[in-house]
């Protein structure tokens, strides 16, 4: 027996978000990993500038970790994922079925989110030749992933970069072209303060910053380079290269933003500040999001306060001469960011609502707070360091650089809740407070399925009935809304708009009493007058009533119909030619039609 537990609203909240192609060579979508193991897949409509969702997976897990990952030749991104169930898994999107099929699921450990397991870290060569997924402690496993003769993913086995007594804090995969894949790792080792009992070994323990390369000759992992960071270094950011840029990364840390690369002197640049942030406080970098273009490139940085910064690099070869921070705007803390081939910014909040923007501008015009590259080796890395250096700024209340487009609602984070009726309707609603800081809302739930109104079409005066039918019985959605009046009935066809149909051989001058498509791909009018066959090549068969008789009830399916005609029954069958032939009739005894004879019961006549 198996139990699976769904919740009656998806969730809103976002733990990580990755852009890419996933199921169309030049699709602009994103995936976000929701908090209750939910994949969605999220592509912006060109048309309206919304976020759509075009797909939504239940994983049935803790998910850790989503990255992007795309062979040599091959158009389209697979995502990685890891999460608590101690595999790597690699999914593809099927545009068919519209969800994420498995490709490969590999068990390295156990279950459960534990340090020593890995899948809290996931890092993607930029080449798509291998795959580093890390633990919060001492473990890390290399997969080489590759094409079989069918051009299918293939997955090596696991091939071990182990370090024991190594607290991991962030890895990324470096942009090195055709070389041998290279990842780096920011470590610490506190081998050394574990056995000191007195605590002074902690306060020389140095964080590192090291490069692991994997010889693709050899068919193995080397710890190829590890140099000194600072202690407050929290996040990772590659640099493009490969001919594209100096390659190397940029390491995020409180109050500063450094590059560093093998065989290159540090460049490190203060975060600007805002007017009246005290200098004894840090300033924390929280997300980053990359840019890049064919010879253009920059990187979005933001802080714990929201402020997004734009850092560039001053480039000659492959050698950084100068690190600039500017600031770029103000948003609110995001959990991840998302920058677009066609100007889009996804940022996912951390509390609050998300947001979809649209780039109006990169931040270039003069008189923007910017922070040039610093080299006093006599500056530490604390507040007061970086207030001597860096210049101040005021937020502004609204983006500068950016136009909001979409705003996906999401409840993250309730901090109350309160279910009553005080709008008397007879059914409670749920009062939700929601958000931190000014961010914070009182949202009302009510029960039911929220509907999106696609169209809008008036109608000439008050239906009294409406059918919804297929133009073949082959096709996923239907075609044609039937809608009948008290003397007319109106034939809409269901496209990009709702227009309305005069050839579609339904009567127009008599209300609709029954209408579907039949087996044959033949539509079907029942009105007061007789019956109508309208045939897939547009003829139309008619029987009429008998004598001055008129039909009152109907009731079909795609092969039967059933018509009641004053104390009497009538019953038609498709026949093998495709024609509507009527097979039985059975009297009712008194008059049905006076007692109000209802469908339902002509449905049981069709049993």
């Known amino acids: 027996m198996h139990f699976v537990a769904f919740t009656l609203q998806r969730p809103t909240a976002i733990i990580k978000a990755v852009y890419g192609q996933f199921s169309a060579p030049k699709a602009q979508e994103i995936v976000v990993a929701r908090q209750g193991g939910v994949l969605e897949l999220l592509r912006p409509d060109e048309a309206t500038g919304k976020l759509v969702s075009v797909a939504a997976t239940a994983t049935f897990s803790v998910l850790r970790a989503i990255a992007p990952f795309r062979l040599t030749g091959v158009p389209r991104d697979y995502l990685v994922v890891g999460s608590d169930s101690g595999t790597l898994t690699v999914l593809e999107f099927d545009p068919t079925a519209n969800e994420f099929i498995r490709v490969h699921c590999e068990a390295f450990g156990k279950t459960g989110c534990r340090r020593g397991v890995p899948g809290q870290y996931i890092a993607c060569d930029p080449r798509g030749r291998a795959v580093m997924v890390a633990a919060v402690e001492k473990q890390k496993a290399v997969y080489v992933m590759n094409r079989d003769a069918t051009s299918s993913l293939t997955i090596s086995s696991p091939l071990e970069a182990h370090k024991a007594q190594t607290i991991v804090f962030d890895i990324v995969a470096l942009d090195v072209g055709f070389d041998n894949p290279t990842f780096a790792a920011l470590e610490l080792d506190y081998a050394e303060a574990d056995q000191d009992t007195s605590g002074e070994a902690i306060e020389e323990t140095e964080k590192m910053l090291t490069y692991y390369e994997l010889d693709l000759g050899l068919n193995h992992v080397t ?26 990364v940029l390491v995020c840390g409180e109050n500063w933003v450094a590059y560093k690369h093998e065989g290159h002197a540090e460049v490190r640049a203060p975060l600007p500040r805002r007017a009246g942030f005290p200098p004894e406080r840090g300033l924390l970098v929280t997300c980053t999001a990359t840019h890049r273009q064919r010879e253009l490139f920059f990187f979005l940085v933001q802080s714990e306060l929201g402020d997004l910064y734009k850092v560039t690099l001053d480039v000659s070869g492959d050698r950084v001469y100068d690190l600039a921070v500017s600031v770029f705007d103000a948003l609110f803390p995001a959990a991840a960011l998302c920058i677009t081939r066609t100007g889009l910014l996804y940022a996912g909040a951390e509390c609050g609502d998300h947001a979809l923007f649209q780039f109006r501008g990169v931040g270039d015009e003069a008189g923007v707070a910017t922070a040039r590259a610093v080299r006093d080796p006599e500056l530490g890395d604390d507040g007061f360091s970086a207030a001597k250096v860096a210049p101040t700024f005021v937020p502004e209340n609204r983006p500068r650089n950016l136009t909001l487009l979409d705003e996906p609602m999401s409840l993250c984070a309730a901090t109350d809740v ?84 005069t050839d579609s051989g339904f009567l127009a001058s008599a209300p609709t ?23 897939a090549d547009t003829r139309v068969t008619e029987w009429k ?57 002509l449905r049981e006549a069709l049993r």
């Open 513 to 535: 009493l029954e209408a579907c498509l039949l087996a044959d791909n033949a539509l079907l009018q029942v009105h007061a007058g007789g019956i109508r066959h309208v045939g």
């Open 418 to 501: 309160v279910v009553a009726d005080l709008a008397h309707e007879s059914t409670p609603q749920l009062y939700a407070l929601c958000g931190r800081g000014p961010r914070s809302s009182l949202r009302v739930l009510r029960h039911g399925v929220a509907v999106a109104e696609v169209a809008v079409s008036p109608l000439p005066g008050r239906p009294s009935a409406v059918w919804t039918v297929r133009g073949r019985q082959d096709e996923p959605h239907h075609r044609y809304i039937i809608v009948s009046f008290t003397n007319a009935t109106l034939v809409l066809s269901v496209g990009e708009t709702v227009e309305e149909v």
């Open 223 to 248: 710890r190829r380079w590890s140099e000194p960071v600072a202690r407050t270094a929290n996040l990772l950011c590659a640099v493009p290269g490969g001919g594209e840029g100096p390659s190397g």
């Open 545 to 601: 009533a008998p004598g001055a008789r008129h039909i009152e009830k109907a009731a079909s399916n795609e092969r039967q119909v059933a018509v009641c005609i004053a104390g009497e029954v009538i019953y038609f069958e498709l026949d093998a030619a495709g024609a509507l032939a009527e097979t039985a009739s059975k009297p009712v005894g008194g008059n049905p039609c006076r007692r109000q004879t209802s469908t339902m019961c």
